[in-house]
């Protein structure tokens, strides 16, 4: 069946390093979703990338989606402790339009 | 806007019990609601598509008997667990889709923490 992995499944970083979350899918996708969930929250949208090849930007997010449109990427640069959470992409499953599925997501832990 | 209101936010149940969960849409009108169980530190798991007027549609896997779906009306749908067992014991997310497009993004409500003892 489908599948959506991220990796890493976790990382810790320091304040103002960077990072990145690789999403990767089993199927091509239409397009592609990031959330973001704080700990003890609930999932709240980031973007949408739609276009092979698209990059798009919010601050000091950078998304990415594969040429291919099967896989994506969020980069985070200089990291912030409100960075806190655990992001998910996610996209159509498989033969629908409107229900989504959700990649494994990696959980960010920033300490000062 | 897009505000999604989900209730009860944590219940604790005996086992045997029945347990409902609403999900409205607050400011927006949602003909499609999705209901998702996230265990701890893992995915959310696509359990249902709620359908204002018609029959939920249930994932592969997902009891339709043990998880009741209402949508009666275009701001509410809710979630019966019903004969609830330990093994319910979850986080149980409502997202709701409005009248855009069908790959619009999700509005989550805050979540409901079920655990049954």
């Known amino acids: 069946g489908q599948q959506v992995m991220q990796i890493p499944q976790y990382q810790h970083v320091q304040e103002g390093e960077d990072f990145t979350t690789y999403c990767n899918s089993s199927?091509?996708?239409?397009?592609i979703q990031w959330y973001k969930q704080r700990p003890g929250g609930h999932p709240v949208f980031l973007i949408q990338l739609v276009k092979s090849g698209e990059v798009k930007k919010q601050k000091r997010l950078t998304f990415q989606f594969g040429e291919a449109k099967k896989n994506s990427s969020l980069h985070i640069t200089a990291t912030q402790t409100t960075d806190v959470g655990t992001y998910f992409c996610a996209g159509p499953l498989a033969g629908t339009a409107s229900k989504l599925t959700f990649g494994t997501g990696t959980r960010l832990q920033v300490t000062l | 806007g897009a505000v999604v209101s989900q209730h009860p936010s944590r219940v604790i149940c005996k086992s045997g019990t029945s347990v409902k969960i609403e999900c409205r849409s607050l400011?927006?009108?949602?003909?499609?609601m999705f209901w998702y169980r996230q265990f701890p530190k893992k995915s959310l798991m696509l359990m249902a598509t709620?359908?204002?007027?018609?029959?939920?549609?249930?994932e592969q896997g997902v009891e339709k008997d043990k998880f009741l779906i209402n949508h009666a009306s275009l701001t509410l749908s809710t979630l019966t667990v019903t004969s609830a067992h330990p093994e319910d014991s979850s986080f149980y997310i409502c997202?709701?889709?409005?009248?855009?497009?069908?790959?619009?993004?999700?509005?989550f409500g805050n979540g409901t923490r079920l655990t049954v003892t």
């Open positions: 199927t091509t996708l239409s397009n």
């Open positions: 709620s359908n204002e007027g018609s029959k939920a549609t249930y």
């Open positions: 400011d927006f009108q949602a003909t499609t």
């Open positions: 997202s709701a889709r409005g009248q855009g497009a069908s790959n619009s993004p999700l509005h």
